[in-house]
């Protein structure tokens, strides 16, 4: 198969004392995800997206939230592994769309820097990075966050 699409999701609640990662990108918030890792919902769902679509699990197969080894870890650095195994199966990007839903903090003018850093570690074009913003249920009233990706892949 030349062309393999993947889905990914990822959510995490909101809470005070967490910095907010978010693409990669330290976002300024008086909130963060709370999560295992730096819990940036971008990439894990784009680390989802890429495992789902070479049919190898997700990021809990990979990176589980039970190692010491992934405790605060950065989530550039899951990506990367993640680009590597996809690399491994024979595949590289074409392209992702991908979606945050949260009411606060405005991220649209943090979009290209989270762009950038994405197309950095995928070595692929900021062209091929899509990000949009929007809220939702919980997620819009403050007391989480929420992404989704879309991933095309092809065969190397």
């Not at 030349?2 to 909130?31: M, S, T």
């Not at 709370?34 to 679509?53: E, F, K, Q, Y």
């Not at 990021?59 to 950065?74: A, L």
């Amino acid at each position: 198969m030349n062309n393999r699409i993947g889905f990914g999701i990822d959510f995490h609640q909101l809470v005070a004392g967490r910095d907010l990662w978010l693409g990669g990108i330290k976002i300024p918030f008086e909130k963060g995800a709370l999560g295992h890792s730096d819990a940036d919902v971008l990439l894990h769902a784009i680390c989802d997206a890429m495992l789902g679509a070479v049919c190898l699990g997700d990021i809990g197969v990979h990176f589980p939230d039970t190692s010491e080894e992934f405790k605060n870890i950065d989530s550039k650095i899951l990506l990367k592994k993640t680009f590597e195994l996809i690399g491994a199966e024979g595949y590289e990007i074409i392209n992702i769309d991908s979606s945050v839903c949260l009411e606060a903090p405005k991220i649209k003018t943090f979009i290209p820097q989270m762009q950038q850093a994405i197309a950095d570690i995928l070595k692929t074009a900021v062209k091929n990075i899509s990000i949009k913003a929007t809220t939702a249920g919980f997620v819009g009233r403050g007391e989480g966050i929420v992404a989704y990706a879309t991933v095309l892949l092809q065969k190397i």
